[in-house]
């Protein structure tokens, strides 16, 4: 009888999910930089408002024990697309000049929609890596999105506070002068170019002297840069270059089913909103830049619902990582943070092994299909590629997503039922399962984390915590409960040698 139960619970779901190439569902995943789980005011922010965020929220599914893969973007963004843990590819986060990241004979998110009918773009931050090394930036960079299953791509060749501050389209820098070449280095000076570091008086804000070397736009970055001066970005109208992006992708592509990855640069450093948000908060630069977000992913919404593409479109919000304040630049996000709480109720900040670090604002909508409701399943990005696989029929390969568990019913809200274990990566490696969070020991040392007032979280002994009577993560009950820890260290050490871990 259970038998069948089963079979006929899978035929149900294979008669409510199957579409013809013409009808399959858009998808849209929107994901912001650095917002922390308490950083909506649907998620109970009170010092700031989002209410097209909150619209979302309200006409979707709104989850509240969900998590990126990792506490970093680099390592996030990968196991978002791959479906596959980051620490596979011991993925940290990459400097601006770092080779691409995802192998080009790796299966992707994008390569798979791609074999199924979908037309696919990322647009915005992608902090995944681009050509083989030595990139040349006055040529065609490459390889990059585009071999790894994007259609198109209008970049963020890695992120804001790293240099080459310009904007990549497809294989070339836009913009860009060939009288006047781009030059790059991470190692020493090149070029005649103030920097932060020997010029201050030229700063919009201060900032440390990892983020002091090319000053771009009154703002020091990461990196030395010469040249491209034509192509260089101004970050003020970088979010709406990429809402123009979008909609003219949505517009080419709305006779056919399309997959767009639009990556924020908000609200990570440095913080430069249009002046049409200066001042929106009380919080600083931060919180207006909170602000800019929820109007850029107001507009892009309304966009689809312009083009009569709402009801068939999947959008998933989220965030790559949890929050941060101080980074690196002197922006008084600390200072005039006042009663905001980025992180919500939990412990923790990116780079962080608490959940702030991970537990992030994760919506799923697609109004006509998916009921509205709040959902507490224990859910990763991980699973939305074998997810969305599942949802449009797609059988995956042997090697394909290895990590990734297809969730469909879950993500849609058709069930409750969560991660058994929940992985997640920062300094180290840690393990929800139920209520219980452990913190695997490390001897690996992160000073450069506390040197930003951020606890890492890590330490040479287990770490235990009952989330259900412990929120902060401040009573540690390994030694008390040494069958658990001894269950969890097994199931770390599992998936580490088990590449194929989907059940």
Not at 51 to 73: M, R, W, Y
Not at 234 to 255: C, G, W
Not at 280 to 306: C, F, N, P
Not at 324 to 352: A, C, I, W
Request: aromatic residues 10%; proline residues 5%; charged residues 25%.
């Amino acid at each position: 009888m259970k038998k069948i139960k089963v079979i006929f619970a899978t035929l149900i779901l294979f008669t409510t999910y199957t579409f013809s190439q013409e009808t399959r569902p858009n998808i849209v995943i929107i994901y912001v930089d650095d917002l922390g789980y308490g950083d909506l005011s649907s998620y109970g922010a009170t010092e700031v408002t989002t209410p097209n965020v909150d619209k979302l929220a309200q006409e979707g599914i709104k989850f509240t024990d969900a998590h990126c893969s990792a506490s970093t973007c680099t390592p996030s963004r990968y196991s978002l697309l791959t479906g596959r843990y980051a620490f596979r590819k011991n993925a940290a986060v990459l400097p601006g000049d770092a080779p691409l990241l995802i192998s080009t004979k790796r299966e992707t998110l994008p390569k798979m929609l791609q074999k199924n009918g979908y037309k696919t773009a990322v647009i915005g931050k992608w902090h995944l890596g681009l050509g083989n090394g030595n990139v040349d930036w006055n040529g065609k960079v490459a390889p990059g999105p585009l071999e790894i299953g994007f259609d198109y791509s209008y970049l963020i060749p890695s992120t804001g506070d790293r240099v080459p501050s310009v904007l990549l389209e497809n294989h070339h820098v836009l913009n860009l002068d060939k009288e006047d070449p781009i030059q790059i280095s991470y190692k020493k000076k090149i070029g005649n170019d103030p920097t932060g570091i020997e010029n201050p008086e030229l700063l919009r804000y201060d900032s440390d002297d990892f983020h002091g070397k090319t000053i771009i736009n009154g703002v020091s970055r990461i990196g030395y840069m010469s040249g491209g001066n034509s192509a260089r970005f101004k970050d003020e109208t970088v979010p709406y270059q990429m809402l123009n992006q979008a909609r003219l992708f949505i517009d080419k592509n709305k006779e056919q089913p399309f997959f767009l990855y639009f990556a924020f640069h908000d609200i990570h450093v440095p913080r430069l909103p249009d002046n049409r948000f200066i001042g929106s908060t009380k919080m600083g630069v931060r919180g207006d830049a909170i602000v800019q977000m929820d109007y850029i992913t107001g507009e892009l919404t309304k966009h689809l619902e312009k083009r009569g593409l709402k009801e068939n479109t999947i959008i998933v919000f989220s965030s790559d990582n949890g929050p941060v304040l101080d980074d690196g630049y002197t922006d008084q996000s600390v200072e005039l943070l006042g009663q905001h709480k980025p992180g919500g109720p939990y412990r923790g900040n990116k780079y962080s092994a608490y959940e702030a670090g991970t537990r992030v604002p994760t919506i799923v909508h697609w109004p006509g299909t998916i009921k509205p409701k709040e959902s507490d399943a224990l859910i990763t990005h991980t699973d939305l590629y074998a997810s969305f696989a599942q949802l449009i029929g797609h059988t995956l390969l042997d090697n394909e997503a290895p990590d990734s568990y297809a969730m469909w019913n879950t993500f849609s809200g058709e069930s409750c039922k969560g991660r058994k274990y929940l992985l997640e990566e920062s300094v180290t490696l840690s393990l929800r399962h139920n209520n219980y969070k452990y913190i695997h020991p490390t001897k690996k040392k992160a000073p450069w984390i506390e040197e930003k007032n951020i606890e890492s979280g890590t330490s040479l002994n287990p770490q235990l915590f009952d989330l259900s009577k412990d929120i902060e993560e401040r009573n540690n009950i390994a030694d008390k409960n040494k069958k658990l820890v001894k269950k969890f260290k097994a199931e770390i050490n599992r998936i580490i040698s088990n590449e194929v871990s989907r059940n």
